[in-house]
């Protein structure tokens, strides 16, 4: 079997010899879109890297818990990934606000500023350049420009009016990959890292990610008392933020599930 990677900071060095030494104390958290699943144009275009299924079923027989940290709702990642049969899995949709675990969502109602800012982003994506696409998750609302002839530009025509629909709903603006989101306030990814730890009690983490999203996942395991082993899968679009932050960087989700399953096949061993 081809070895691990080795990661590139001193921290995820002795991280990864943390997980390798004592897996049921390991907390092993994944983004899903550009992380087990390539980024595609249309968000309902998404499936899971081949795979992806069989690493997280391998890595969850031996750690204390697997889990998926998500934007997406919760069963649409868990149909997108087929992962209703890995057993233990937790999905943590829409950041955290609603949870998925053997077959049982529990989810909260909708945030009333969402239904407001359903109909004022509708209106701009129908003056917007063409390409711009409107994805409503239920829970949030998501203005897409990577469809655009010019996606970066398209993405500073409308970030300005975007910003003002969430002001008026009272939403917060969630900026990513040619993408901004408006959202409940404190609907992010450090919230439900710092839940997910506080149940588990794991010695170790090992969060892989790929986007703004995910840096307060990444604040958090820097802030508490477990040894973080954080991975950015870097398809060449991956902000420099978290390149920096992160202790290994790999290529994509291709890479991502394949670490993944060597790195099961070591504690398996």
């Known amino acids: 079997m081809t070895s691990l990677p080795v990661p590139s900071t001193k921290g995820g060095r002795a991280a990864l010899a943390a997980v390798l030494a004592d897996p049921a104390h390991t907390l092993a958290v994944l983004d899903f879109d550009g992380t087990l699943s390539p980024i595609v144009d249309r968000p309902e275009d998404a499936f899971a890297h081949p795979g992806a299924a069989a690493a997280l079923a391998s890595l969850a027989a031996v750690v204390a818990r697997v889990a998926i940290?998500?934007?997406?709702?919760?069963?649409?990642?868990?149909?997108?990934?087929?992962?209703?049969?890995?057993?233990?899995?937790?999905?943590?949709?829409?950041?955290?606000?609603?949870?998925?675990?053997?077959?049982?969502?529990?989810?909260?109602?909708?945030?009333?500023?969402?239904?407001?800012?359903?109909?004022?982003?509708?209106?701009?994506?129908?003056?917007?350049?063409?390409?711009?696409?409107?994805?409503?998750k239920g829970h949030s609302i998501a203005v897409h420009t990577r469809r655009a002839t010019d996606p970066a530009a398209a993405f500073e025509a409308v970030r300005p009016w975007v910003e003002r629909i969430a002001r008026d709903a009272g939403l917060d603006v969630a900026p990513g990959k040619y993408v901004l989101e408006l959202r409940p306030p404190g609907m992010d990814k450090g919230a439900a890292m710092r839940a997910l730890v506080a149940e588990t009690a794991p010695r170790s983490v090992v969060y892989a990610g790929d986007d703004l999203g995910d840096l307060p996942a990444v604040a958090v395991l820097r802030e508490l008392d477990v040894a973080a082993l954080v991975v950015c899968s870097d398809s060449g679009e991956s902000p420099d933020a978290l390149r920096r932050e992160a202790d290994l960087v790999v290529d994509g989700p291709p890479a991502v599930v394949a670490f993944l399953a060597k790195l099961g096949a070591a504690l398996s061993g």
């Open 69 to 136: 940290l998500t934007g997406r709702p919760a069963t649409e990642a868990v149909r997108l990934g087929g992962l209703d049969d890995v057993a233990g899995l937790v999905v943590c949709g829409h950041y955290g606000l609603e949870r998925w675990q053997g077959g049982r969502l529990v989810t909260p109602d909708p945030h009333p500023g969402v239904t407001t800012a359903r109909i004022a982003a509708a209106r701009l994506v129908a003056d917007a350049p063409s390409g711009v696409a409107l994805e409503d």
